[in-house]
Each structure stands twice: as structure tokens, then as C-alpha cells.
Nanobody
Framework: QVQLVESGGGLVQAGGSLRLSCAASRTIFRIYTMGWYRQAPGKQRQLVAHITSGGSTNYADSVKGRFTISRDHAKNTVYLQMNSLKPEDTAVYYC?????????WGQGTQVTVSS
């Protein structure tokens, strides 16, 4: 059973930064492409960034240039550095494999950006 635990969310003013972490219960990052997703109220969950096992990254246009995804295999952890945050980045953020594995969804971490 794989568990993914997200942390690092919070309340921040527009223009601020946050760093999210996703810790896995066992080593899966060497196998899977990992992604950060977000879901805003009333909207569908969307993939905002992913990183392959080899370290290649890709970003949604809405976060390109502001967010950076990275991974630490030794710590079984994936990170999302979020800079220049905007109110429209407000959402619950989740990590999962990409494409997502249904059983891997965790509780997520809330990010709220005030204007």
C-alpha cells in the first residue's frame, strides 16, 4: 500500500512563495512520473507539473516560470516550489503519479493566496 502525504500549504499574500512537499511511504519515485495536481472550488482537478524518473519536467501554462517541481529519491519526496503566487492559485494541492493512480490520492494541502 502506497501512501502519499502532502504538506507545506498555507495562507500567503499575492506575490509570495510556498514550498510543498510530498512524502511517499515507500520508494515509488524511481518508477513513476510524479505530478502535482490542484483542485479549486467548483473546478476539476488539474495537473500543474510533473517530473519523470529521469528528472525531466513539464508545467501547465498557468504556472510556467513560477513553479518548480523537484524530487529527492533518497528522501522519497517530491517538492513544488511556488513563487509569485496569485489568487487564482488558491486550491487544494495533491501529489500522485502521472497519470494518476486512484488509490494513491492523499488528503492534499490547502494553498490560499490573498489579494
Amino acid at each position: 500500500q502506497v501512501q502519499l502525504v502532502e504538506s507545506g500549504g498555507g495562507l500567503v499574500q499575492a506575490g509570495g512563495s510556498l514550498r510543498l512537499s510530498c512524502a511517499a511511504s515507500r520508494t515509488i519515485f524511481r518508477i513513476y512520473t510524479m505530478g502535482w495536481y490542484r483542485q479549486a472550488p467548483g473546478k476539476q482537478r488539474q495537473l500543474v507539473a510533473h517530473i519523470t524518473s529521469g528528472g525531466s519536467t513539464n508545467y501547465a501554462d498557468s504556472v510556467k516560470g513560477r513553479f518548480t517541481i523537484s524530487r529527492d529519491h533518497a528522501k522519497n519526496t517530491v517538492y513544488l516550489q511556488m513563487n509569485s503566487l496569485k489568487p487564482e492559485d488558491t486550491a487544494v494541492y495533491y501529489c500522485n503519479a502521472a497519470p494518476a493512480v486512484e488509490s494513491y490520492w492523499g488528503q492534499g494541502t490547502q494553498v490560499t493566496v490573498s489579494s
